[in-house]
């Protein structure tokens, strides 16, 4: 297990490349990993990202949320806790305010087809998740669906997430949407953003999946559901919501 001491270090780290690079306005975003498995480790709300400190980080028990410190983590913490019930295979999320990738969710632009090999390979496809309020239950409950299928999404007008086994790896996968987002941008700007052909973007993601790096839901794509997957998904994640409700 990594330490506790490494994964604030990690947290921080995330949190200063994700402000130097323009990611987030100073107090914007958020990062957590689990620690083992009774415990949270996540950003702190209202606080600039790009000077945190190990020390500013929040524990909490993964159970209830509760912060045993009495820090006040992000505002977006029960997304967080609602993607780690979800999924155990997620260690670590990062959520930015990403400008490229948010600002085609304000035109209207979908990466759930993305247009770069990369993209595909490495994430499947980077779809947009409806509108709902920033910091509310609203969040939790429109991200699960797409959190059991994806490992990276845009939440529209709001923001990037991506999960992952370790920080490194949600942060890297953020980027990777912010790098194709700007590439589609300037495609949109030029003449227009054509998705890689559909039989290309199949063996792309089986790729993807042959790597290790996309999950496979019982079918060909991790982003194409037969009835039974869909039916799978949608009760996994009614089962989750259920358990919020009662929080």
């Known amino acids: 297990m990594v330490s506790e001491h490494r994964l604030r270090a990690d947290i921080c780290h995330a949190a200063r490349v ?15 990993a689990r620690l083992g498995t009774r415990y949270l480790l996540c ?23 509760e912060s045993i410190d009495e820090k006040r983590p992000s505002s977006e913490i029960q997304m967080h806790l609602g993607i780690y019930r979800a999924r155990a295979d997620v260690r670590a999320i990062v959520h ?3 400008p490229h990738a948010v600002g ?19 994430l499947g ?10 910091t509310t239950a609203d969040v939790a409950n429109a991200v699960l669906p797409y959190a059991l299928r994806y490992n990276a999404f845009i939440l529209e007008r709001h923001g990037t997430v991506t999960l992952g086994p370790d920080v490194a790896t949600a942060l890297s996968r ?45 079918g060909a794509s ?26």
């Not at 994700?18 to 957590?32: F, K, Q």
């Not at 950003?43 to 949320?65: F, M, N, Q, W, Y």
């Open 18 to 32: 994700l402000y130097e690079r323009g990611h987030n306005a100073p107090a914007d975003g958020n990062v957590s």
């Open 43 to 65: 950003s702190p709300t209202g606080v600039h990202k790009g000077e945190l400190t190990k020390s500013d980080i929040v524990k909490l028990r993964l159970a209830d949320g």
């Open 96 to 98: 930015a305010h990403s």
């Open 104 to 122: 085609l969710t304000v035109s209207g632009q979908s990466m759930a087809e993305p247009v770069v090999p990369e993209a595909i390979v490495g």
């Open 125 to 134: 496809g980077v779809p947009t998740v409806p509108y709902a309020s920033p």
């Open 174 to 218: 953020l980027e990777v949407v912010e790098h194709t987002a700007q590439i589609t941008a300037v495609a949109l700007s030029t003449g227009g953003a054509s998705p890689i052909d559909p039989a290309e973007a199949a063996h792309l993601r089986k790729m993807g999946e042959d790597a290790g790096l996309l999950r496979p839901l019982g």
């Open 222 to 247: 991790p982003v194409a559901l037969d009835a039974d997957e869909e039916a799978l998904a949608d009760a996994l994640a009614e089962r989750v919501l259920e358990r919020l409700r009662r929080r």
